[in-house]
């Protein structure tokens, strides 16, 4: 009679044991190409999301209030995306992997105290910092959209929409040079040094 709360205890340790087991295994299995690129790009895209609406009440400009309609909408029908190529014990920890400020500085990322800048702002303030912002954003995703490519070599769905992201940011940032121009803004500094994507 003694003897069964021990093993009652030492059933459910095991148990609990097993399924860290299990947990453990599925989270050390390798991530597919597109996998990987997911996991590097869909923080990046929420904060290219998180900058066009804090823009998008500040801006007087109507252009821009499209552009920065259009860029929430299309980067997180384009996360819902990304994440059906992770499996689903990675699609749990979406927002919570958040890159480092290292990392985060070498795709081009805002930093928190950049972000707090851009909500003291409004009107032609607020659209000259969020272009250069989001010029350097974008030139921070296209060295990781050419990692993408070259890793993710059959030609399908995810591959065409890392092309589609590619093109359209590319040609996103000669106009947003063009607005930060007429605005007598100018370009931030931006230098990469690393590729987040190594690190998944």
């Not at 997911?38 to 499209?66: C, F, G, S, W």
Request: hydrophobic share 45%; glycine share 8%; aromatic share 6%.
């Amino acid at each position: 009679m003694q003897a069964t709360p021990l093993l009652h205890r030492l059933f459910r340790w095991g148990l609990v044991g097993l399924v860290l087991g299990v947990l453990g295994l599925l989270l050390a299995q390798p991530l597919t190409p597109e996998g990987r690129f997911a996991l590097a790009m869909i923080p990046h895209h929420a904060q290219a999301v998180e900058l066009a609406k804090i823009l998008e009440p500040r801006a007087t400009d109507q252009n821009l209030r499209y552009f920065a309609q259009d860029v929430a909408q299309t980067q997180a029908a384009q996360i819902a995306q990304m994440r059906r190529w992770l499996p689903w014990w990675r699609q749990l920890t979406i927002g919570f992997e958040r890159p480092s400020p290292q990392a985060a500085a070498a795709m081009g990322m805002a930093s928190q105290q950049e972000i707090a800048e851009l909500l003291a702002l409004q009107g032609r303030e607020a659209e000259i910092r969020f272009l250069q912002l989001m010029i350097r954003h974008h030139q921070g995703a296209l060295p990781m959209i050419e990692q993408g490519l070259a890793e993710v070599q059959s030609p399908g769905l995810s591959r065409r929409l890392i092309e589609a992201m590619g093109q359209s940011q590319a040609g996103e940032i000669q106009t947003m040079k063009r607005w930060l121009l007429e605005r007598g803004g100018t370009l931030l500094p931006f230098d990469p040094t690393t590729l987040p994507m190594h690190n998944h």
